[in-house]
């Protein structure tokens, strides 16, 4: 592809800015014909380039023609990361496995974590510890910004909470309870968590029946209908729920019902027992603790009105 010249960019880059020749010319300490000569093929002093440059907030290399305009994080970030997958399937033929991307997708998190500690001006590669080292995690909180991360091999996870400007997440979250309260019962049942994890040994579109659930978790039948059926009614119909439901017909010819899972769900159970399992064993040392919560995390106010 041909080079754009430097008189074409200078052009319209102004013209993106919309300032005039008279008004760049003014913020760079030139004469308007100077300006006026630049976008007609001449070059400025060497020590303008930079000044221009900044003056556009591009590089000094784009105003040659030698590199795209500067790409915001959020488009380095992308790039990386799908670089990184698309080469780790080209080594590796397989669509399911993305070891090398996650671990580079934990390293931008942690640098994410650690450059909200203001004294903190170098960046240091994470360590994942393993699990005969103590629990560690990481957590930064602030009245706007929460976010956990896990260290150890056994409690690699995050978990980031924002609160919007103008909108308490957390008051809304704890107004009306019943519905957890409701799915924190079935779970504190054992033989419901059997089943969930029977349910979690599918692949995605498998299906099994109550008999064949029964028969590899002990679970007696009359349990798992109830677990089924209370579970269905919790959960608000959509087109998405965790687990799924089909009509067949079996030997006898009768109509049977097989249960499986919806795959894209499946980590917001194992997040959620992650998540239980953190809060009632909480790492032994925080690597990275920033606190800077200067209000409650809950207004009583507002939450206990008389």
């Not at 200078?10 to 300006?35: C, F, I, N």
């Not at 909180?141 to 909108?167: C, H």
């Amino acid at each position: 592809m041909e080079r754009k010249p430097f008189s074409k960019i200078l052009k319209d880059l102004r013209k993106e800015k919309k300032v005039t020749q008279e008004q760049l010319a003014q913020a760079l300490g030139v004469s308007p014909q100077a300006v006026s000569k630049w976008e007609n093929s001449s070059y400025p002093e060497g020590d303008l380039l930079p000044n221009i440059a900044d003056f556009f907030g591009v590089s000094i290399d784009y105003l040659y023609g030698r590199s795209d305009r500067d790409k915001s994080i959020e488009e380095k970030v992308f790039e990386a990361v799908y670089d990184s997958a698309v080469k780790e399937f080209e080594e590796t033929q397989r669509a399911d496995e993305h070891y090398k991307t996650a671990d580079l997708i934990r390293r931008i998190r942690w640098a994410m974590q650690t450059s909200l500690w203001v004294n903190n001006k170098t960046y240091k590669a994470p360590e994942r510890d393993i699990k005969a080292h103590p629990k560690m995690a990481s957590v930064v909180t602030d009245d706007v910004f929460y976010s956990y991360m896990g260290l150890r091999e056994d409690n690699d996870f995050g978990v980031q909470i924002n609160k919007p400007k103008d909108f308490d997440i957390l008051e809304e979250l704890v107004r009306d309870t019943s519905k957890m309260e409701a799915l924190f019962k079935i779970l504190s049942q054992r033989d419901n968590i059997l089943v969930i994890t029977y349910l979690y040994t599918l692949r995605d579109g498998e299906l099994a029946g109550i008999d064949a659930i029964e028969k590899v978790t002990g679970v007696k039948e009359e349990n798992i209908r109830t677990f089924l059926t209370d579970i269905s009614e919790l959960i608000e119909k959509s087109s998405k729920t965790p687990f799924v439901c089909a009509s067949v017909i079996g030997a006898n010819n009768k109509e049977e019902k097989v249960y499986g899972v919806n795959s894209s769900c499946g980590g917001l159970f194992f997040a959620l027992l992650m998540i239980a399992r953190e809060f009632i064993d909480l790492p032994q040392v925080f690597n990275m603790q920033i606190n800077a919560k200067e209000k409650s995390w809950l207004n009583r106010e507002k939450l206990f009105k008389k």
